[in-house]
């Protein structure tokens, strides 16, 4: 059992930073990987200057879920180890249920490490996780970025997310509890085949005859995601040579882009859209192909909140005015999650799209050489319905417009995501 215990430690450790952040947070739900996480990085945190605090999120949908956070309140107190709990009481019965649950999980989490400064979480999937991811994504024709599975470290909101455990199974970790006396409980969602990933799991488990397990799924999702590492730098490097920024739009010369190898265009151009609209769940691969062919071809389109527009031999990818309609933000605040605008102080100034309406009041516009679709998704600064400034429509006016400091920049954003 010795043995067992210390092969788990050596996994996960190998797969946590070489450093470890002098606090590290745990999320923990009181199920089996959660648990045996909290107790494997309690006997890391002994011989490293770390400090584990233990979080759990009650989504307040069952009942159990009280009882079950206090039973992990109760060992992380053994373990010496400060707990909270986290509520949540978002749900309103209307739509995707697990999808809403996991966002809100993490936003609580996000919050959480914020107040107690800490720089790192640590969460219990596992290579059964992965694999059950693989095979859903399979199911979607995922390309080599879906089929990487989930990542070991991630950003979210400034926090790393960290998954030590991808390449430990779920029957390592039960026997690995058991050997230490530790408790834990079972989801009853775990039964539930309504779900897919626990279509997945059932579908895992006739795949054994064919020598394909959890372990041999993660390792596939490993190579992939070196795969798509190299797949990053590539698009990166192609970007630098075909794209440029303009503004906060991206310039594509149309024929380099169009010599690229497919995959690296729909990386620059996926890149490029999560770049100006931010992260968030890229657009459909129909709309993406559709797109492709748009700039290749010359034509305008639209998709993932930008538009597409074409002008000599380039094509502007810029944000959509339609996308940005209805934001109004009060002039000392982030517009779009991206734009910053300094100047003047101003009562009663806000800072809302240049529009066509705008576009008009703003009488050198041409002389910034970028199209006239591009500028109307712009920030300027309004009072009532007359532009005070347009800095990046060419109308200054004492403001200046800067992106934000957490915005990333364009071409390191393709290793970012």
């Known amino acids: 059992m010795r043995r067992h215990s210390e092969n788990l430690l050596a996994e996960l450790r190998a797969r946590l930073p070489e450093r ?14 959660s648990v045996a996480l909290m107790h494997l990085l309690h006997e890391i945190a002994q011989t490293e200057t770390t400090t ?23 060992q992380a107190a053994a373990l010496g180890m400060a707990h909270v709990t986290l ?35 640590a969460l219990g999937h596992t290579a059964d996780d992965q694999a059950e991811t693989l095979l859903m994504r399979l199911g979607r024709s995922s390309g080599v970025t879906g089929l990487s599975g989930m990542s070991a470290s991630r950003q979210l909101e400034g926090l790393t997310l960290l998954r030590p455990m991808l390449g430990i199974t779920r029957k390592d970790l039960r026997t690995y509890l058991a050997g230490i006396g530790a408790t834990w409980v079972e989801d009853p969602s775990n039964q539930d085949t309504r779900f897919d990933r626990i279509k997945a799991r059932e579908a895992l488990c006739g795949l054994k005859p064919l020598g394909i397990d959890a372990l041999s799924l993660s390792r596939v999702a490993d190579n992939l ?32 882009f169009a010599a690229l190898p497919k995959e690296i265009r729909r990386r620059v151009l996926v890149g490029s859209l999560a770049w100006i609209a931010g992260q968030g769940y890229p657009p459909r691969q129909a709309a993406v192909e559709q797109a492709m062919e748009a700039m290749t071809d010359g034509r305008s389109g639209s998709v993932g909140g930008c538009l597409l527009v074409p002008k000599g031999n380039s094509v502007w990818i810029c944000r959509e005015f339609r996308a ?8 000392d605040e982030v517009w779009d999650g991206k734009w910053v605008l300094s100047g003047p102080k101003i009562s009663g100034a806000e800072i ?3 529009g066509e309406g705008g576009l008009r009041q703003v009488h050198d516009w041409r002389e910034t050489g970028r199209p006239r679709l591009a500028l109307s998704a712009t920030p300027a600064v309004w009072k009532g319905e007359t532009v005070l400034a347009a800095p990046l429509a060419g109308f200054a006016n004492g403001w200046r417009a800067d992106t934000s400091p957490e915005w990333p920049e364009f071409y390191a954003s393709f290793l970012s995501h």
């Open 324 to 331: 940005v309609e209805a934001q109004i933000s009060a002039s």
């Open 352 to 354: 809302r799209a240049l």
């Open 225 to 256: 995601a070196q795969a798509h590492a190299a797949l990053s730098v590539f698009a990166q490097e192609s970007a630098r040579n075909v794209a440029q920024v303009e503004q906060g739009d991206v310039k594509v010369d149309r024929a380099g």
């Open 52 to 74: 584990v605090f233990v979080a759990t999120v009650d989504h307040g949908l069952r009942p159990e879920a009280r009882q079950e956070a206090e039973a992990v309140s109760c």
């Open 20 to 33: 470890l952040p002098r606090k590290l947070g745990v999320a923990v739900s009181g199920g089996g990987d």
């Open 87 to 121: 509520h949540w009481a978002g749900w309103d019965g209307a739509g995707n249920l697990q999808d809403q649950a996991r966002q809100a999980r993490y936003k609580l989490l996000a919050d959480w490490t914020r107040e107690r400064e800490i720089d790192a979480m």
